[in-house]
């Protein structure tokens, strides 16, 4: 289903926002609740709980078994799934050490730097300009001032950048394949590609706790289930520019949740430094020409 298809479908202006609006808090208390959880799971074994749970929801209520599949789609399927699954992964190795707010707007430099780098347009320079001062005002405090960020939080972090990036480039190929079958099946390959590393962390025996069953659940529920549904809603009234704008603004609810919930206060330096990037993504996204948003 295109995006154009799903946009016609409409639903009011105002039921869109707050759908996308819903979606962002979600993810933000599904990421904030997981990073509570690295202390029973790991970060690889909370990664993992996040996928297979939010796999079987998608096969719940897709049944992506009715459609059929080329070899071919399935080869893209299963990119797509590796490059999520480790996308994940690296994002949530870089949350043991990184506040919330910062890792969500660093990673948020993979799908812009790819938006930037395909396009040739005077303006896009101001964002990246936008998106270096961000930058700046971020790791050089990281790797040497007082209030340091992890280094190797911010190699995790920038792979996982990396892997959005990929991660996009995979999904833009797979416009022939039913979303909720490529979503459903994408999750499921992602699901194996972190169970390695999540045995290798936890161990076999460990990893399948009973009573850490409920915790992934909710995990699954707050960082895919649900945000992946509230984005379908919100498609339906919204067209990609104001969806990729108000989708910019993800890393400044992770801020305040991550505040609200972790006790991850910013330094105001560190502020500034998520609202350049902020402010470059909605630039780009404004002043875009034909490209396509996240979803």
Known sequence: ??????????????????????????ISLGNSYAKGLFHELGAQGTTFYRLLFSAIL???????????????????????????GLLNLFFYLALQTIPLGIAVAIEFCGPLGLALFSSRRKIDFLWIALVAAGLLFLIPNGLTGTDSLDTMGLIYISTAAVLWAIYIIIGQKMNGIHPGQASAFGISISTLTV???????????DLWHPELLWMGFIVGLLSSAIPYSLEMIALRSLD??????????????????????????????????????IIASMGCTLTAKGKKSRK
């Not at 104001?242 to 105001?268: Q, R």
């Open 195 to 205: 169970l390695p590393f999540a045995t290798l962390d936890l161990g076999l025996v």
């Open 58 to 84: 998608l096969w719940i209520a897709w049944r992506p078994w009715r459609f059929s599949l080329s070899f071919t789609q399935f080869k893209l399927i299963v990119a797509y799934g590796v490059s999520l």
């Open 1 to 26: 289903m295109s995006s154009e298809q799903v946009v016609s479908k409409n639903y009011p202006l105002y039921v869109g926002i707050i759908t996308l609006i819903g979606s962002m808090i979600s």
């Open 240 to 277: 990609r520019k104001t969806f990729g704008v108000l989708l910019s603004l993800e890393p400044a609810f992770s801020t305040i949740v991550g505040a609200f919930i972790l006790h991850e206060y910013l330094t105001l330096q560190q502020i500034v430094a998520i609202m350049c990037i």
